[in-house]
Nanobody, 122 residues
Framework: QVTLMESGGGLVRPGGSLTLSCVAS????????MGWLRQNPGDQRELVAA???????HYGDPVKGRFTISRDFIKNTVYLHMDNLKPEDTAVYYC????????????????WGQGTQVTASS
């Protein structure tokens, strides 16, 4: 069984920063790829950032240079640090995990968290 628990979402002014955290717990399953995806009502879920077990990272074009994904294997936690937030970053952010080495699309992930709302608004 796999559980992904996100935290850190909230309301921030445009230009501000937030850091999301996702604590993963898995019994008898090895989680390799981790990622953050986001979704607004009526839209498809899009990849924000992904990280492999070996530390390879991938970012969606809208967030390159502003967001950073990282992971702490001891704490079983993946982070998404978001700088210079824009109104268009407003969405529900989901933590995702996969047994694959690396996944850069929504269909590459088998396990999902419940999501945390991020709103960038003045």
């Amino acid at each position: 069984q796999v559980t992904l628990m996100e935290s850190g979402g909230g309301l921030v002014r445009p230009g501000g920063s937030l850091t999301l955290s996702c604590v993963a717990s898995a019994s008898e399953i090895e989680l390799n790829a981790m990622g953050w995806l986001r979704q607004n009502p009526g839209d498809q879920r899009e990849l924000v950032a992904a990280i492999s077990k070996g530390g390879v990272t991938h970012y969606g074009d809208p967030v390159k240079g502003r967001f950073t994904i990282s992971r702490d294997f001891i704490k079983n936690t993946v982070y998404l640090h978001m700088d210079n937030l824009k109104p268009e970053d407003t969405a529900v952010y989901y933590c995702a995990a996969s047994q694959r080495y690396f996944a850069t699309t929504m269909t590459g992930y088998e396990y999902w968290g419940q999501g945390t709302q991020v709103t960038a608004s003045s």
